[in-house]
C-alpha cells in the first residue's frame, strides 16, 4: 500500500457564512454550552447521590414498579393506529453523531428515563445488577472505591450501559474481556408483546442473548443488565512508549503492545491503547494495575490527571515523542476517564485555546461540554457541516491490518491524532452481527487465540488535513469508501456514526440471520424499527420505514446471502 502513504491534493475551498459561524462557535460553548453543562453534571451526580443513598432493596422495588410501568405502556399500543415504538428520549441527548431523524415521523413513545439505577453490586458472584441509563462515571464511583471495576468501563462519562450493549463499548481492557457486551452475563428484556425475559447465554433466550448487541434496541427494550465485575487495584501503572517510523512501523509497534511476539501471554498488560500522533510517529500505553503501596514508593511518580489544570491527556501523552520511554501512577478511576475532559482531542476543535493553561486554571472545571448540549446548540446547517466536514468514525479492523487501515486513513482523511484500541472478537456459538475472519484460529496471527480473533478499533476523530487547510472535501464520499473498505477487509463500523450504506451494502458488513431469526421469532417486526433504517442516514419517513418493514423478507437479506 505504498502509494496510498501520500495524502490527496484538492484545490482550496470557497467559504461560507457556516464556516464563520464554526470558527467562532467557542463564543456560545463558553457562555453558554459550559455553564448549562456544569450545572446538568451537578445536578446529575445530585441524583446519583440521592440514588446511592436508597436501598438496593428499595431500588429494586422501584425497578419493579417501572417495568410494569413498561409492559402496561407497550400493551396499550395499537398496532394499527400508532406508529412503531421508540424510546421517549430526546434524539439530541443521544451521544451519538449520526441524524436520529427516525424520531420525527409518527411513533410510539416508551419512557425509559427512571431507568438509571444501580441494582446490586453483588461481591461474591462479582457481578453488578444495573438499569440501562447508568453511565460509566456513575458505576466507577460506586464500584473503584471498593475496588472492583466492571471489566470495560467506556472512557467517556455519559456513556450509558444500554448504549453500550445495544451499540457498541470498548476499552484499553478489550484486548483481555472484548467489547462491552461481551462481559453481560445476562440481559432482562421487554418483548414487543410486553413479555420480560432474562437472556443468558446458556437458557431458552440464548439466541436473543447473542442478538441483542449491535441491535440498536430494536429487538426489545433493555431494562436491566448484569455485568462481569473484577477486582482492581488503587493505581495504573502506565508506561509511555514512543514509536517512530513510517505507519506500518508504527502499526507493528502497536501490535507488539498488544500481543508480545513471543506469545509470552504473562507479558500481556491490563490496559493498551495507541495514539498515532502523525505519519511518523505514535505513543503506545501500557498499562497493569497496582498497589497504593507500590505506587507510593520512593522514586515513583503520580500523576493525578483528572484535576481540571491538568494538561489534557492525549497531549501528556505525547511528550513521550521527545522525553522518550516513562512511567507513572495514574490513579485507577482517573486513568478510565482520562478522555473524558477533552472529549478525546475533539475539544481542541471545540475551543481551541482550551488546552492552554490560564484556561485550564480558570475555567478546566466546567469541562466538558456535554455532547447532547452541543447538539442542541446546533442547527440543520451546523450539523450538515459536521457531516461534510468533519469526521467522527471507528474502523474495527483484524490487528494484522492496522497498518494498511492507518495509510487508508493517511491517504483519503488525513486525521490526526488517531486512536488505537485492540478487541478481542470471539468466535460465539451463534454467529452475531459481527463475527471473526472464518479460518482465523489457522492461521496464528499476532493477538489472536483458538476462541478470538484479536481486532483493533481505528478511531478517527478530527477535521480532516484537507478542511484545516481550507481546500474541497467531500465527507459523505469519504465515508462511502471507508464502508466500502471496511467490507472488502472484515471490518465493521459502529453504527453510532453516520453512515452512507444502502440496506444491501449494511448486510454484506454486518450478519443478518440471528438479527433476522430474533426479529421474527420475538415479533419484534412491526414493532420495533429495523436496525438499519434506524441507522440509516437522513429523514426517515412512517411509510418508508412500514414499507421497509413490509419487505423484510425480500432483497436485501436474500441478496446478503
Known sequence: MSDLRAPLVRPKRKKTWVD??????????????????????????????????????????????????????????????????????????????????????RHFEVDLGAFRNILEINKEKMIARVEPLVNMGQISRATVPMNLSLAVVAELDDLTVGGLINGYGIEGSSHIHGLFADTVEAYEIVLAGGELVRATKDNEYSDLYYGIPWSQGTLGLLVAAEIKLIPVKEYMRLKYIPVKGDLQTVAQGYMDAVAPRDGDKSKIPDFV?????????????????????????????????????????????????????????????????????????????????????????????????????????????????????????????????????????HHEMEVYPIWLCPHKLYKTPIKQQIYPEPGFEYENRQGDTEDAQMFTDVGVYYAPGAVLRGEEYDGSEAVRKMEKWLIENHGFQPQYAVSELDEKSFWRMFDADLYEHCRKKYRAVGTFMSVYYKSKKGRKTEKEVREAEQAHLETAYAEAD
Open 20 to 105: 464563520y459561524f464554526v470558527q467562532f462557535r467557542w463564543i456560545i460553548v463558553i457562555f453558554v454550552v459550559l455553564p448549562i453543562s456544569a450545572t446538568l453534571y451537578f445536578l446529575i451526580y445530585v441524583g446519583d447521590m440521592w440514588s446511592e443513598s436508597k436501598s438496593y432493596e428499595k431500588r429494586r422495588k422501584e425497578h419493579d414498579d417501572n417495568v410494569m410501568k413498561v409492559i402496561k405502556r407497550l400493551k396499550e399500543r395499537n398496532a394499527a393506529k400508532d406508529g412503531l415504538v421508540c424510546t421517549a428520549r430526546k434524539p439530541w441527548i443521544a451521544v451519538g453523531m449520526r441524524n436520529v431523524d427516525y424520531k420525527r415521523a
Open 273 to 409: 491503547e495507541g495514539m498515532v500522533y502523525s505519519p511518523e510517529e505514535g505513543v503506545m500505553m501500557v498499562g497493569n494495575y497496582a498497589s497504593k503501596e507500590e505506587a507510593k514508593k520512593k522514586g515513583n511518580k503520580i500523576n493525578s490527571v483528572g484535576w481540571w489544570f491538568k494538561p489534557w491527556f492525549y497531549q501528556h501523552a505525547e511528550t513521550a515523542l521527545k522525553r522518550g520511554e516513562f512511567v507513572e501512577y495514574l490513579p485507577t478511576r482517573e486513568y478510565y476517564h482520562r478522555h473524558t475532559r477533552c472529549l478525546y482531542w475533539e475539544g481542541k476543535l471545540i475551543l481551541p485555546f482550551g488546552d492552554q493553561f490560564w484556561f485550564r486554571f480558570l475555567f478546566g472545571w466546567l469541562m466538558p461540554p456535554k455532547v447532547s448540549l452541543l447538539k442542541a446548540t446546533q442547527g440543520e446547517a451546523i450539523r450538515n457541516y459536521y457531516h461534510d466536514m468533519h469526521v467522527i468514525q471507528d474502523m474495527l479492523v483484524p490487528l494484522y491490518k492496522v497498518g494498511d487501515a492507518l495509510e487508508w486513513v
